[in-house]
């Protein structure tokens, strides 16, 4: 039966640096802990090349640069040098905010390989108001240089309520652009976005003519433009495989050197997640029990241990399902099948509330005094 077959195994093979928290952007949908300023001792150079190395020599062969943002890591250059020399195909993923030709330069001299910018919304003011920095103009100039430099122009805009209406100015900033790929990216709801989940998400009317677009200019571009279509959770009835199965392929390393199956697992309760000072990359993969919590089926309860998709969907999140039931062992609720199920139609009822409300509440923007003040999400 397909249903009992094997929970997969295997080493990494992608490998999420988040170098930094700090960030010029103070997007309300950030996928950073929302206390990220309490996490603040950052790995120094010399900790993630031997991460590199660690994790290079059990076979990841991907690298994500990311943060918060960053480029405010000055030793950016040397890192990505030394992961050209360990093998590393090297993606940056970045606001694009303060990135210019000569970082440009420097970066593609020392062997990066890809650079993803993101755009908060097709025209200058809701951009600004959205980044809480008046970076509009910069990520556009800079969208060019990419270009220019010779890498492909990979571009991300994270969609929600305060711009899905402008999805067919977003497809058409792209085309300006000369995006090669471009993710719409339907916001997930962790870190800042859960916080602000009344405020950003939209209702399913808005989804699904922001999807006609984006399908739309999909079959027009192609060979042109590949376009990438994340589906809200929200709205669906099956919920995505848990970082294609946890602890299976994908390691998340944290600023402050937490080690994650997930960029949002240092949220889950008693999860115990290492940390690479403490632990070598071998030790924590194979042996904590953070990465085994969650790397079969036996922890599952019904519906999902009878069920015959779990070795398709691993019974969905475990982030979404602890802040939507407080619970990480629960099935997701965006599961149609979820005994849960009603969290999803009280969260899309309280948007919707939100939406229609004469006096709505201001979008929490993130900042290291708001991290300090909030806590973790409830």
């Given at each position: 039966?397909?249903g009992?077959?094997?929970y997969p195994s295997g080493n990494?093979r992608?490998?999420l640096?988040?170098l930094?928290?700090?960030?010029p952007?103070q997007?309300p949908y950030c996928?950073?802990p ?5 996490h603040?001792?950052?790995l120094s150079?010399?900790e993630w090349?031997?991460v590199f ?6 076979g990841a ?5 990311s ?19 360990l093998g ?11 990135l210019?030709e000569?970082k440009?330069l420097?970066?593609r001299e ?8 993101s755009?908060q919304?097709?025209e ?8 809480g920095?008046?970076?509009y103009?910069?990520?556009?100039a800079?969208?060019h ?5 010779g ?7 994270v969609?929600?309520?305060?711009n899905?209406?402008?999805m067919?100015?977003?497809?058409e ?5 000369g995006a090669d790929?471009l ?6 709801y ?8 009344d405020?950003?998400?939209p209702?399913?009317?808005q989804?699904q003519?922001?999807e006609?677009i984006?399908q739309?200019y999909?079959?027009?571009l192609?060979?042109?433009m590949?376009i990438?279509?994340?589906v809200p959770?929200y ?5 995505k495989?848990c970082m294609?199965?946890w602890?299976t392929t994908?390691?998340?390393i944290?600023?402050?050197g937490?080690a ?5 697992a240092?949220?889950l309760p ?10 070598s990359i071998?030790?924590?993969?194979e042996k ?13 309860q019904?519906?999902?241990r009878?069920c015959p998709?779990?070795?398709?969907d ?8 602890y802040l ?7 099935t997701d609720p965006v599961?149609?099948l979820?005994?849960?199920r ?6 899309i009822e309280?948007?919707?509330a ?7 509440r201001p979008?929490?923007?993130?900042n290291?005094?708001?991290s300090?003040a909030?806590?973790k999400?409830?």
């Amino acid at each position: 039966m397909a249903g009992s077959a094997p929970y997969p195994s295997g080493n990494p093979r992608w490998l999420l640096a988040e170098l930094t928290y700090a960030c010029p952007l103070q997007c309300p949908y950030c996928s950073n802990p929302i206390d990220y300023a309490e996490h603040s001792a950052e790995l120094s150079t010399e900790e993630w090349r031997r991460v590199f190395s660690e994790a290079r020599a059990m076979g990841a062969v991907q690298l994500g640069l990311s943060g918060g943002e960053p480029l405010t890591r000055a030793d950016l250059p040397e890192l990505v040098r030394h992961a050209r020399e360990l093998g590393y195909y090297s993606n940056l993923i970045t606001s694009g905010y303060g990135l210019t030709e000569a970082k440009i330069l420097a970066l593609r001299e020392a062997g990066l390989d890809h650079i993803q910018i993101s755009i908060q919304a097709p025209e200058k003011t809701l951009n600004n108001y959205l980044a809480g920095t008046d970076s509009y103009d910069a990520k556009k100039a800079v969208a060019h240089l990419i270009k220019q430099h010779g890498y492909p122009m990979v571009l991300c805009v994270v969609i929600h309520r305060h711009n899905i209406h402008l999805m067919r100015d977003i497809l058409e900033m792209a085309i300006e652009l000369g995006a090669d790929y471009l993710e719409l990216a339907n916001t997930q709801y962790y870190g800042w976005a859960h916080l602000n989940r009344d405020q950003l998400l939209p209702n399913r009317e808005q989804f699904q003519a922001a999807e006609a677009i984006a399908q739309e200019y999909k079959a027009k571009l192609k060979g042109r433009m590949k376009i990438y279509y994340v589906v809200p959770d929200y709205y669906e009835e099956r919920p995505k495989a848990c970082m294609n199965g946890w602890g299976t392929t994908f390691l998340t390393i944290a600023p402050d050197g937490l080690a994650l199956p997930c960029h949002e697992a240092r949220i889950l309760p008693g999860l115990d997640c290492p940390n690479v000072r403490d632990m070598s990359i071998r030790d924590i993969w194979e042996k904590s029990d953070a990465f085994n919590r969650f790397r079969n089926f036996a922890w599952m309860q019904e519906p999902c241990r009878s069920c015959p998709e779990k070795i398709k969907d691993y019974g969905g999140c475990r982030c979404q399902a602890y802040l939507l039931t407080g619970d990480m062992n629960a099935t997701d609720p965006v599961c149609g099948l979820s005994p849960q199920r009603n969290r999803i139609a009280e969260a899309i009822e309280s948007a919707r509330a939100e939406g229609l409300s004469a006096d709505p509440r201001p979008l929490v923007f993130r900042n290291s005094r708001n991290s300090r003040a909030l806590g973790k999400p409830v």
